[in-house]
């Protein structure tokens, strides 16, 4: 039973709920029995759904009741206001009952050597109003991208979102350390050369051979790799026997090797014979398992290169090392060249050293001479690259309006809730080489970052130093943080002077302070104003020399990512049509007084709309007042989801969370995970509250789908979303190797990449792997400004081919009501209410043509029409767009192929 306390929480509670929403709760039927006790509730199997859904909710006596209570709570998303106020306070008081030093965060302070733990911004931030400018000057300098072009904005530009039918990230080029002349330093570009095949590597061993023993970190990781690779063998099936043998067959055990590399060199050696005695010695691939013997082929090659690398291994004879190198070394190259810049290192090794890069190098690439000393990674000249072009980026931008009330970020929410200070992974990020740093009382103090509710934070970090994003491969943090720190922001754009962030500190279009400047007034003085920091143990990606960086350069990334987030923060549209509707019901008053015919018919529509929108089950999961799952309103109340959540200390143990959350909150338990129904057999399973499959594109790779043909193979856009992983991409040795970059963040990735099971992103995966189901489900994102934001849904096609899709709110009825991937299929875990209902034979989402029109009435008129005039806090500097991938010999775009963002 109860307490006293909680009985009058619960009551307090529904008092406030049923004062709020008295002209909404008229609609609920009179005919509906007494609520239960809430102890009685306890004891019966409750329903996952208030909603009255067939395939959701399990019939049972007296359930309809909890379920009006529920939808009467629900009730209040239309009132943008009263959410987040309520959201903000009872985020605050679940906030004051976690513990902020949890065990796992002890471990790394003691790890880092930190001394204290930070964990809100008193005493970080000293100006609110300048760090906003801060931040919307980061986010919107072309400046900051390696080729002095591309912006956060470059991809979030048009109602926070991208319009261009694909987005376009970087060229793929290595960062160098010399000198650009000084029109071309003034633009913001840096200086960059191709990228050599050998080059990947010597980028991580600069970086991080300070922290780590290179050589016996590789030798882990191909023990990792030897003993996974053992089990496919032993497991049989499509295991591609031949391929694998005829690269073993090249390399043997080098004399002296560690126990652990020899036992599990001669397991997978046994393992290969033992299944190619079983199938006669032949092996063969048969078809349509081309794409898992791609994997376990990328990942054998990853370890014989890393063991290359390290010495264990070294080519069987010279026949082997040459059969090997004709293989492994890109066409042109030069051995004597390349032995020239890895003195030291055998010729065994050199192969390893080339191969673990060999896939991120253009066959085309032309390899210059490196200048200086053996650790310059720096070119003669800037090669020509005429080939290259800039990445289409696999995954539409979201928008950036209203991202402040997400809880965690991306489309597969990889971007953690807590913001550590330098990446987007939290509280699981690999150590940060840098450290941050305070000044008190005259002696320096490393603490430790972690910011609840930093999601915004989080996001803004991954971005700036990804090659595929924003910046030359090997770029770190100091290396932006010397480029700008002295540096005029926003100095090649124009600036308004009636920018409703920037225009105090504008005087002719050009802002008048510069970076270092911001920091100063938006931050505290102990977060930069001392000079050398004590101990800096990552090293220059680029020279591997030891890092003597000042406070201000260390702490970049921190005032990097909470001043994005304090910009982001005043993004919010809550000023639609829509709005304006739900305020006059809200006070009772008529929706079609005063105005014309026209006027009047428009509000019936957008009514009739929002009605049709919420009986087929969209409004399941965009949940109001942002029309978005995975929100902080809707994980944590008062915005319910409707599924029961996990109790992590017992998977069997579900608690109601409607009951909870009258109750005031539970222990022990996530509420963003979340139980439903899945087919084929209705069987409860978890997933991440707010993340749904919805069947865009394929949610199971290739080598687990059966009967397609080659073709069809080809066309497979799998997409894991949130049921990814924090690993290396076996996809191709290109995407293994760019995903340490991608995925791994800019903590010190060989605890990540030495796990014996990889960092899911997925919350319900970590808790409950087997009773997850989560595989190709995406965040749902906010549907304010829908009209403006195409193209839609995560997966980016192109614009003129026959992929092409998505361009209109019309088609996206039209997946809702056949819900196929690029293949003509419906995905395995698709969300329970996209399946035609075998009973009723109805697919619930499938909106009737008669309805459509009012649907995207109501989609249309979620438009604020301040972020379509540009009108603060959406109003932005000048910033030139990319057209086209195409690029110049330094990388950029010419200025023929850049369109004004204001111009789309």
Same mark, same amino acid.
């Given at each position: ?30 005919? @509906? ?64 009952? /976690? ?138 099936? &499509? ?6 043998? @005829?690269?073993?067959?090249?390399? /043997? ?25 079983? *199938? ?6 048969? #078809? ?22 390290? =010495? ?11 059969? %090997? ?13 390349? /032995? ?30 490196? *200048? ?48 550590? #200070? ?8 690999? *150590?940060?080489?840098? #450290? ?36 030359? &491969?090997?770029?770190? %943090? ?130 009739? =709309? ?47 969370? &409607? ?5 005031? =909150? ?60 924090? +690993?290396?991409?076996?996809?191709? +040795? ?57 193209? %839609? ?9 026959? @992929? ?39 697919? @619930? ?22 972020? *379509? ?34 111009? &789309?």
């Amino acid at each position: 039973m109860l307490e006293d306390v909680t009985a009058m929480k619960r009551c307090c509670v529904m008092v406030w709920v049923l004062l709020l929403c008295l002209p909404m709760a008229a609609a609920v039927a009179a005919d @509906e029995p007494a609520v239960l006790k809430s102890e009685e509730l306890r004891r019966q199997q409750t329903p996952p759904s208030p909603q009255r859904k067939p395939w959701l909710v399990i019939p049972h006596g007296g359930m309809k009741s909890e379920g009006c209570e529920r939808q009467t709570l629900q009730n209040i998303e239309t009132s943008f206001e009263d959410v987040r106020k309520l959201s903000a306070e009872l985020r605050a008081g679940m906030l004051a009952r /976690q513990p902020v030093l949890t065990a796992q965060r002890r471990q790394r302070m003691r790890d880092e050597r930190a001394q204290v733990i930070v964990s809100d911004l008193r005493g970080m931030v000293r100006d609110s109003q300048l760090l906003a400018a801060l931040g919307k000057a980061f986010f919107w300098d072309q400046q900051v991208g390696s080729d002095g072009q591309t912006a956060c904005a470059s991809c979030h530009f048009r109602a926070g979102a991208d319009a261009r039918p694909i987005s376009f990230g970087m060229p793929l080029r290595l960062a160098v350390s010399v000198p650009l002349d000084a029109a071309a330093a003034a633009s913001g570009l840096e200086p960059s050369c191709e990228l050599r095949a050998d080059q990947v590597l010597r980028v991580y061993e600069n970086r991080w051979g300070g922290m780590v023993n290179f050589p016996g970190q590789l030798n882990l990781l191909a023990v990792q790799g030897l003993r996974k690779l053992t089990l496919a063998a032993q497991a049989g099936g &499509f295991f591609p026997v031949q391929q694998v043998r @005829e690269r073993l067959v090249l390399l /043997q055990l080098a004399d002296g090797v560690p126990e652990d590399v020899r036992v599990s060199w001669q397991g997978l050696v046994t393992a290969v014979s033992g299944q190619a005695a079983a *199938v006669g010695g032949s092996g063969g691939v048969p #078809g349509g398992a081309e794409a898992f013997a791609v994997e376990i082929l990328t990942r054998l090659q990853l370890v014989l290169d890393a063991l290359l690398c390290s =010495g264990a291994v070294r080519a069987a004879d010279a026949a082997a090392a040459s059969a %090997y190198a004709a293989v492994n070394l890109p066409a042109g190259t030069d051995v004597a060249e390349l /032995q020239g810049r890895w003195p030291g290192l055998s010729s065994d090794q050199l192969l390893g050293v080339t191969g673990l890069g060999r896939a991120l190098a253009p066959q085309e690439a032309q390899f210059g001479r490196a *200048v200086a000393d053996d650790t310059q990674l720096a070119c003669e000249q800037l090669l020509p690259a005429t080939f290259q072009r800039r990445r289409e980026l696999p995954r539409n931008a979201p928008s950036v309006i209203n991202a402040v009330f997400s809880d965690r970020l991306f489309h597969d929410g990889r971007a953690d809730s807590v913001f550590n #200070g330098y990446d987007h992974l939290g509280d699981e990020a690999g *150590v940060d080489g840098y #450290g941050k740093w305070v000044v008190r009382n005259g002696r320096w103090c490393r603490v430790l970052v972690r910011l609840p509710d930093a999601a915004l934070a989080s996001q803004a970090t991954a971005p700036l130093l990804s090659a595929s994003e924003m910046s030359w &491969f090997g770029r770190q %943090y100091h290396h932006v943080a010397r480029k700008l720190l002295d540096r005029v922001p926003l100095s090649q754009q124009e600036v308004a002077g009636s920018d409703s962030h920037l225009g105090t500190l504008v005087r002719d279009g050009k802002v008048m302070l510069t970076y270092r400047q911001l920091i100063q007034r938006a931050f505290c003085d102990e977060w930069w104003c001392g000079g050398e920091v004590p101990a800096v143990a990552e090293r220059d990606a680029l020279t591997g020399q030891v890092l003597r960086l000042q406070q201000v350069e260390a702490n970049f990334s921190l005032f990097w990512g909470v001043a994005v987030m304090a910009y982001q923060q005043r993004l919010v549209s809550d000023q639609s049509e829509f709005d304006e509707l739900m305020r006059l019901r809200r006070a009772g008053e008529s929706v079609t007084a005063g105005k014309s015919p026209e006027q009047a018919a428009q509000a019936k529509a957008i009514l009739a =709309g929002f009605r049709a929108f919420q009986d087929h089950a969209c409004a399941d999961c965009h949940r109001g007042p942002e029309f978005a799952g995975g929100t902080r309103a809707t994980v944590f109340g008062p915005v319910l989801e409707f599924e029961d959540p996990l109790d992590p200390l017992n998977d069997a143990a579900l608690e109601n969370q &409607f009951l909870v959350f009258l109750g005031g =909150g539970g222990a022990g338990r996530d509420e963003r995970i979340e139980r439903m129904l899945f087919w084929p057999d209705r069987a409860p399973r978890f997933y991440d509250s707010g993340y749904y499959n919805i069947g865009v594109t394929s949610d199971r790779p290739v080598s687990l789908q059966s009967g397609l043909t080659a073709e069809q193979q080809s066309c497979v856009r799998f997409d894991p979303g949130v049921g990814g992983v924090v +690993e290396l991409d076996f996809r191709s +040795e290109s995407d293994a190797l760019q995903s340490i970059a991608g995925t791994f963040g800019q903590g010190m990735p060989m605890p990540l990449l030495l796990r014996t099971s990889p960092l899911p992103f997925s919350l319900a995966r970590r808790r409950a792997e087997r009773w997850s189901v989560v595989q190709g489900a995406f965040r749902t994102p906010g549907l304010r400004n829908i009209a403006l934001t195409a193209p %839609y849904f995560h997966a980016a096609f192109k614009a003129d081919g026959p @992929e092409q899709k998505f361009a209109t709110l019309q088609d996206v009825l039209d997946h809702y009501e056949a819900p196929y991937n690029e293949l003509g299929r419906e995905n395995v875990d698709l969300h329970p209410a996209l399946r035609t209902d075998p009973e009723t034979g109805v697919r @619930e989402t499938a909106i009737p043509a008669s309805q459509q029109a009012d649907v995207v009435r109501f989609l249309e008129s979620l438009t604020d029409p301040r972020v *379509v005039r540009g009108e603060a806090p959406f109003d932005h500097p000048t910033l030139g767009i990319p057209l086209t991938n195409a690029v110049t010999p330094e990388g950029q775009t010419a200025t023929e192929d850049l369109r004004q963002a204001g111009d &789309f």
